[in-house]
Structure formats: C-alpha cells, structure tokens
C-alpha cells in the first residue's frame, strides 16, 4: 500500500529495510447473469468472496469494438445494479436455509436454545431487508450480531468499492455516478494503468500529466480499499527497519505491539508516541520530544492513523 509517509520516514533514517503495509485482491472471474446457468455459476464464484474481509466491483463504462459487450450495451450501472442484486438474491438464499435449521433446532430446550432464538430473530431481520433490497447490514443492530451474521460470510454485510472502468478521455473526471451501497467509488481506465506500469519512474509523471492525473489510479486503489475495509497503519522507525503495521480500526495498544511481537503486547509497559504531522513538523525523533509531542500512553489507548510507536516492554 503506498504511504508517503512511510517514504518520509525512508528519508531521515536510511533504513536496511522498507516495509509498506501489504494488501492482498483475489480475482474472481465474473459469470453471465443473463441466465439460470451463468447465475448459478457466479454463486458459486461468490464462495470465495464470502472469505474475504471486502469487495471490489468493477464494471465497464466505455466503448470498443474489440472488447465483447455484456448484454451487447455499455452501462455501467445498470451492470452494477444486476450485481448487487445477484447479492441479494445469494445471501436471501443462505438466509432462508439458515432460518429453516434454527426454526427446528429451537423448538427442544438446549443449553444453547436463548443464542439460537436471538440469531433467530437477527435472521427474520435480515430476511426482511433482502427481500426489500436492502442488505444485510442494514438488518444488524450490535456487535454480537455483527459478530454471528460476519460468521457467514454475507456479501451485503462486506464493504464494497466500486471501480468504474473508463476510456481515457474520462481519466481525469470524477465517477459518472455513485451507488448507495458502496462505501467508495473510483474511475479508472484499466489500459492506462497498464501503459503506466510499463513506464521508467522518469516517465511516468510526464505521462501523468499529460493525462490531467498526479499519480497512478492503482494508488488510489490500493489506499480506497484499505480504508474502506476499516484497516490502517502505525508506523515503526529506525536504522534497521520502516515499517508500517496493519491494524483494524480502533485498536488499542497492546494489541497493536502484539502486531510486532506476542512478548511486547505480554510484557506492555507504555507506548512512547508521536503523530507522523507533528514527526514531519519537528523533523526528527529528538526534535519531536523537545517539542513536547511525543507522549507515553497507556495499555487502552486507542492507536490513531500513523502514529509512529515505539514500545516499552519487559518480560
């Protein structure tokens, strides 16, 4: 994942080795939905969707007469629309099979009963929301049920990115438009990015230019997704190593030194922190606690975006 902030930090300290934070994108082929059969197929693609932690739709929005057209028309939201439909229909059917099990597992009196009643009644919810083209995430009302409903893996619960595929001519321009469900939306021209992956360093940025653009589309891909699947990144510094480590949203501390080292998170002291601005605004490490910016924070606190962290521990 691209991160100025990382190549900031390469600068001062010269490191051995640069760690960027990894992202990884399963290629699912897609599947005519135009009938049973290819509507069956995609399903059976989507299995491998269920495991990830989001999704990235793309769909096309220009013309060419060399690549074949999908329903012999160019409309990128109306082939959006058809997918996440295609979702609806796919979790209303897990959903379905789900509720059937527990309407029958909780007419005996089990140690188990009161749990099976309450994912009951989050199921008839979610049940609910399909059926109304809604989807499932709109079905959940805490945590726990956050919790039991992402056990199955439901694509309406995931966060979705939607990357419209574009001609050149639409490179620079914002999305044609967005979709209700996704969390974000990009325009990108997949044959350019090609072209630019080709290029020396040198030649890129005359090329991107020219195009109206200040950096690759596969940039702001790599960071959209990251965000929106609820990760990010504290950053550690020094001669030997930049890293940054990927944590989820709202991690505290401990947990994050766990990320370096199950005996750092074991034997938690403090963590000594600066935010990477006030790292950047002071230029150095002594420089930053001169300034009064690097702080010690304790076990539960709540790790923020590019917080740079050293830990202490002792066990």
């Not at 010269?14 to 939905?33: C, H, M, N, W």
């Not at 005996?108 to 994912?119: A, F, M, S």
């Not at 005996?263 to 990477?276: K, L, P, S």
Request: proline share 4%; hydrophobic share 40%; net charge negative.
């Amino acid at each position: 994942v691209p991160d100025e902030r990382l190549d900031f930090l390469s600068d001062i300290y010269k490191p051995k080795k640069y760690t960027p934070a990894q992202i990884e994108f399963v290629d699912i082929p897609g599947a005519s939905l135009a009938d049973a059969h290819g509507q069956a197929e995609f399903r059976k693609r989507m299995q491998s969707a269920r495991k990830c932690d989001g999704i990235v739709m793309v769909v096309r929005d220009f013309e060419s007469d060399s690549v074949i057209q999908y329903r012999d028309r160019v409309n990128a939201k109306a082939d959006l629309d058809e997918l996440f439909t295609e979702f609806l229909f796919a979790d209303l059917e897990q959903v379905v099979n789900r509720i059937e099990k527990l309407e029958k597992s909780t007419q005996k009196p089990t140690k188990t009963r009161d749990q099976e009643l309450r994912e009951l009644a989050m199921m008839i919810r979610a049940r609910e929301a399909l059926e109304n083209e809604a989807p499932v995430s709109s079905a959940i009302q805490n945590d726990d049920e956050r919790r039991i409903a992402g056990s199955f893996g439901f694509l309406t619960l995931k966060p979705v990115m939607v990357v419209i595929n574009v001609g050149e001519d639409k490179v620079a321009a914002e999305p044609p438009f967005v979709h209700s469900h996704a969390l974000a939306t990009i325009a990108m021209s997949a044959e350019i990015e090609a072209e630019i992956a080709q290029l020396e360093p040198e030649d890129r940025k005359t090329f991107l230019e020219d195009l109206g653009l200040t950096a690759p589309a596969r940039t702001r891909l790599l960071r959209t997704a990251y965000n929106a699947v609820g990760l990010m990144s504290f950053l550690t510094a020094g001669e030997d190593e930049v890293r940054a480590w990927t944590i989820r949203t709202g991690t505290e501390a401990v947990e994050a030194a766990g990320k370096i080292h199950s005996d750092i998170q074991r034997g938690f002291i403090r963590a000594e922190v600066v935010a990477f601005e006030d790292f950047k605004k002071a230029g150095d490490m002594r420089a930053a606690k001169n300034a009064n910016t690097v702080r010690l924070e304790p076990k539960h606190y709540i790790v923020q975006d590019g917080d740079i962290i050293n830990f202490r521990f002792n066990v």
